[in-house]
């Protein structure tokens, strides 16, 4: 016997005394007490939902304290996931190819001459090179972006990975200013006087790390993919 929407209705009723944030938790915890629930129904139990779900969740998962215990480590458990798979995609392109294109490209800026047209030029360069893997990751997993009140954990731990070069580059811009700024005096230095070389390479660092992001992306989705299958 299938629960019908008015169980599953209550069922839902009960999980709003839950604070779980990410969907992808929600759900899983809503289908592991919703098919407890139906096993039990099964077994000939035909006490209510929210008795039956009551005596669930103390069961499975040590009562309301532990429902919110599990989300809160399913959570973190994804965080360390992500980083850690974030790291290995960056590890992973960091490999013969990466090294000859980071050494040509310093190469060739160490024969162009620093003024403001090349800072202007490596400038614009970094500026897409920041902000490609969140536009990216936007339009990728743009799916699975929640309208509700739920967040989705794949989105908001992903698309966050992918705004680190965007917010790397805003702060190597003000970065240099700010003990200026504060002091209320000119910089000693102007920023398109950076040797190009140094642009190079940070130019090359981002690239690389996008890959990285995009990498990361297209596992995200496999993954829930497979998951969905």
């Keep these: 016997m299938s629960l019908n929407y008015w169980d599953l209705d209550s069922i839902r009723d009960r999980m709003k005394n839950y604070d779980i944030k990410y969907m992808e938790i929600y759900d899983e915890i809503f289908d592991h007490i919703s098919s407890a629930i139906e096993e039990k129904q099964n077994e000939g139990d035909t006490r209510k939902i929210p008795v039956i779900f009551d005596e669930v969740v103390e069961i499975h998962f040590g009562g309301y304290q532990g429902v919110e215990q599990l989300a809160k480590t399913q959570e973190a458990d994804y965080r360390q996931k992500i980083r850690k798979r974030i790291w290995a995609n960056f590890?992973?392109?960091?490999?013969?190819n990466s090294f000859i294109f980071t050494v040509l490209l310093?190469?060739?800026?160490?024969?162009?001459?620093?003024g403001k047209l090349t800072f202007g030029v490596i400038a614009c360069m970094l500026f897409i090179t920041a902000y490609s893997p969140a536009l990216y990751v936007y339009f990728k997993l743009r799916r699975i972006k929640p309208?509700?009140?739920?967040?989705?954990?794949?989105?908001?731990?992903t698309i966050r990975r992918a705004n680190l070069p965007?917010?790397?580059?805003?702060?190597?811009?003000?970065?240099?200013?700010l003990p200026y700024l504060i002091m209320d005096k000119d910089m000693p230095y102007k920023l398109y006087n950076i040797q190009p070389a140094i642009l190079a390479f940070l130019l090359a660092l981002m690239l690389i790390y996008n890959f990285s992001c995009i990498r990361l992306c297209k596992q995200e989705l496999e993954q829930i993919s497979f998951a969905k299958n």
Excluded: C, D
């Design 91 to 96: 590890m992973h392109y960091i490999n013969f």
């Design 106 to 114: 310093v190469l060739l800026s160490l024969m162009i001459p620093a």
């Design 147 to 157: 309208t509700g009140e739920k967040k989705s954990l794949v989105y908001s731990q």
């Design 166 to 177: 965007a917010l790397l580059f805003y702060w190597a811009l003000w970065i240099p200013r």
